[in-house]
């Protein structure tokens, strides 16, 4: 069963239809009891930084991510879902984060106006590690994105995938131990989005790593 | 590197796919699922479905159908005809849609771009909007509503400020004037519009060759462009009008 994190912000419909489309058996866990028995967490997200955090509290997801992370349970974060692994965020001033992964969350800035932001639409993810979640992925498919805010990781060592817009490159991908976090949307990715989100089912995590 | 993005649209009819000119003769095409199921695995980025009749027949955007496509096509879409208000664009969201396409309803209202905005962000709230040429505007193409009929005092450019400026995360910008034409996109509207707004524009109405997608994509500025009977008459799969663009030295997706 794979529990897939609601906190009040953003739509799941389409992460969970995709998760059916591929045979798992997926549900939307309101509180970190109902979430607490899945074989494996989704953490989705749309919306902003303070109101992600505050309804992950709320719903007590912060201690069940926790555990999910000591327990060794595969963990799938994806947009805010990934930003709010940093230690903190600078939108909506300063907001501080779960801290399972090292580093802050910036906002894009680009001194030529004509630069969209947010950043909306396919771009391409350059491999910077091997994972098992990369299995039949090349480096340089292209995923889908939406977002203005990126994950500015501390140590390259967490980061495993990489995307560059308008000349800024940023970590689109990052992973530590059982947690992998895309920025992209692999759920309205097309095919590779849904063969990502298969290896994320079938992907045992293994104590060496 | 972002890429440039080819998206299909589907107007839907009595629950089938319908093409027109200049918004009128209509033909009928198929299943708008089974259509999209297709066009999606060929390579396009981005689908719209339009229920064009929703608005006239004053009744909601067919969210059966909204389900079926989110159940079965894994790129995002947007709908957009029948939206009244946010509670309307809830619901078209909750049945799986990734945007709402406001048209006639945000020229009436346009509190309700900010209001939508609000509520789930503005990367979910798309503007569409028709224009048609008109010197008498100082961009010289106004804005016109339910589905071309309706000309408003309202220039195009002006507009496209105020509805970012409210909360709209994308424009779709549809020349009524080239629609189904096939001669190709309304050039000077669509750059001057995307030079001048901080979101992404749509190029559509008009395609018919893949220079035309590409002329609009690289002189006209768009992020996307939108194409209708370009596909749904076989002239073109979504793949082969992909591989000419990339001949053009235009960063795609392969499917």
Redesign the interface.
């Known amino acids: 069963m794979i529990a897939i994190l609601d906190y009040g912000a ?2 799941l ?2 992460v969970q ?2 998760l059916s ?1 591929l045979g798992a058996d997926a549900f939307l866990a309101a509180d970190a009891t109902s979430a607490a028995n899945a074989d494996r967490i989704v953490f989705p997200g ?3 930084a303070a109101s992600g955090m505050a309804g992950v509290k709320a719903r007590h997801f912060d201690r069940l991510l926790a555990d999910a992370f000591e327990a060794g349970k595969p963990v799938l974060c994806v947009c805010l879902g990934m930003q709010m692994l940093l230690d903190s965020s600078e939108e909506d001033g300063f907001v501080a984060s779960l801290g399972v992964i090292p580093g802050v969350v910036r906002k894009f800035s680009f001194a030529d ?2 630069v ?9 993810v350059e491999h910077d590690a091997k994972h098992p979640l990369w299995r039949g992925i090349p480096s340089g498919t ?1 995923f ?1 994105f ?1 977002h203005s805010y990126f994950a500015d990781a501390s140590n390259a060592s967490d980061v495993v995938g990489s995307t ?3 000349g800024k490159q940023f970590a689109s991908v990052l992973a530590k131990r059982n947690f992998f976090a895309t920025q992209f949307h692999p ?5 590779f ?2 063969k990502l989100l298969k290896n994320f089912l079938d992907w045992e995590v293994s104590s060496c790593c | 590197m972002l890429l440039k993005r080819l998206i299909v649209c589907l107007d839907v009819r009595n629950k089938k796919v319908t093409k027109g000119v200049r918004f009128r003769d209509n033909i009928d095409l198929g299943d708008p699922v089974e259509m999209a199921k297709n066009y999606s695995l060929s390579g396009a980025d981005e689908l719209v479905f339009y229920d064009i009749t929703a608005s006239a027949e004053n009744r909601p955007i067919d969210l059966e159908m909204v389900r079926r496509a989110a159940e079965n096509i894994f790129i995002p879409f947007t709908v957009g005809g029948g939206i009244r208000s946010v509670e309307d664009m809830r619901a078209a969201l909750l049945a799986g849609a990734d945007k709402v396409s406001l048209n006639s309803l945000a020229v009436r209202r346009p509190e309700v771009l900010a209001e939508g905005a609000r509520a789930f962000g503005r990367q979910c709230v798309v503007l569409g909007m028709d224009v048609r040429k008109n010197p008498d505007f100082p961009s010289q193409y106004q804005v016109v509503t339910c589905g071309g009929r309706h000309p408003e005092n309202l220039d195009a450019l002006e507009w496209a400020r105020q509805a970012v400026e409210l909360g709209a995360g994308e424009i779709c910008l549809n020349a009524i004037d080239t629609d189904g034409v096939c001669a190709g996109y309304e050039m000077t509207i669509t750059r001057l519009i995307a030079q001048n707004v901080s979101v992404p524009v749509i190029a559509s109405g008009g395609a018919g060759e893949v220079s035309h997608l590409a002329d609009v994509l690289t002189t006209g500025k768009a992020s996307a462009a939108l194409v209708a009977s370009m596909v749904h008459t076989n002239r073109f799969t979504c793949a082969e009008i992909k591989v000419q663009l990339a001949a053009c030295g235009i960063p795609v997706r392969m499917a």
């Open positions: 953003g739509n419909t389409s239809l995709a489309h749309v919306g902003s106006p004509e969209k932001v947010p950043h909306m639409g396919w771009n391409t292209a889908y939406v560059e817009y308008a759920e309205r990715s097309g095919v989005g849904m």
